[in-house]
């Protein structure tokens, strides 16, 4: 997303979008194709695990690809930078335990309500109290007590929304305090060195095979590594407004996948409330296009995110 890496889009030529757009594209099924490579390590190594082995191969690429000077960061830029770390941790343990119990599809949907409620509160038109309507009948939808039961594993989706949230706009402080994108490598690094205790316990305690493993890693380039470099060549193509607009396919990609390849089956209504949580986020971005923001409120990625 724009505030993960610390930049904004200019203005590109036309001819240069349809590249970007297709860039992005690509971003977004890198993205919840890793998601789901993930999730078939969790019998073995837990949304934890795969997560903590996520979080070191995007710092192993991102750290020496940035090379942050941390020595000469001051307090007025470290807190918000650990700060950064802790809730990019959490997005990602967030998501991954609510793909665990919820399916894929409707636990990115309900990741993507943070960045539509950052848009929402950072909207200065009447419409958008429309787009939060839709939003709110799509959440609805999806928590339909015929289809899902699980508030734990919807719980843990709002979870990785707040934190996704927290995510934005952290990064706009330190977007605004670090220079280019070493704020953001750096809170990569500590999230981190946050988990490599986490990944040497499950790693030592529990047998782990090497499909497990290669699942865990695959999750961190196709989540991390790749949405983030297809992210920074699509920014200098496409528009702002229609990179978050893109982004927006994410959910939907999910939801095919979990169908397809994870075989997670989604009655009619969770799938409406999917279109509508999707609408409502493109729609409030579209809305947002013609007023001057400081900043873009976009993300996945990748790696993160999502």
């Not at 939808?141 to 952290?170: E, T």
Request: hydrophobic fraction near 55%.
């Amino acid at each position: 997303m724009i505030e993960t890496m610390g930049v904004s889009a200019a203005s590109p030529q036309p001819s240069r979008r349809a590249g970007g757009a297709a860039t992005l594209v690509a971003s977004a099924l890198s993205n919840q194709l890793g998601a789901a490579t993930g999730s078939l390590a969790f019998p073995v190594m837990g949304p934890v695990g795969v997560v903590a082995v996520r979080q070191l191969v995007a710092a192993i690429v991102l750290v020496p690809l940035v090379r942050p000077r941390l020595r000469e960061l001051e307090w007025s830029q470290w807190w918000p930078i650990l700060l950064l770390a802790v809730s990019f941790g959490t997005m990602n343990l967030g998501l991954y335990a609510s793909i665990q119990s919820i399916g894929l599809g409707l636990a990115v949907t309900l990741e993507f309500l943070g960045p539509l409620a950052v848009a929402l509160i950072s909207s200065r038109q009447k419409a958008s109290a429309l787009c939060a309507v839709a939003a709110a009948v799509g959440v609805i939808a999806i928590m339909q007590p015929q289809a899902s039961m699980d508030f734990v594993g919807i719980g843990l989706g709002l979870i990785a929304a707040c934190s996704w949230a927290a995510y934005i706009l952290l990064n706009r402080t330190v977007g605004r305090r670090v220079q280019g994108i070493q704020g953001t490598a750096a809170a990569t690094g500590v999230s981190a060195m946050l988990f490599l205790p986490v990944a040497v316990v499950i790693f030592m305690s529990q047998p782990v095979d090497g499909f497990s493993v290669t699942c865990a890693v695959g999750a961190g380039i196709l989540a991390s590594v790749l949405p983030y470099v297809a992210d920074l060549i699509a920014l200098r193509r496409v528009p702002a407004h229609l990179f978050g607009v893109l982004m927006s396919i994410n959910p939907v990609f999910a939801a095919l996948i979990g169908a397809v390849a994870l075989h997670e089956e989604l009655a009619v209504g969770q799938w409406a409330g999917i279109g509508l949580i999707v609408a409502a986020n493109a729609a409030v971005l579209l809305l947002g296009r013609n007023v001057k923001p400081r900043q873009s409120h976009k993300e996945q990625r990748h790696d993160a995110g999502g």
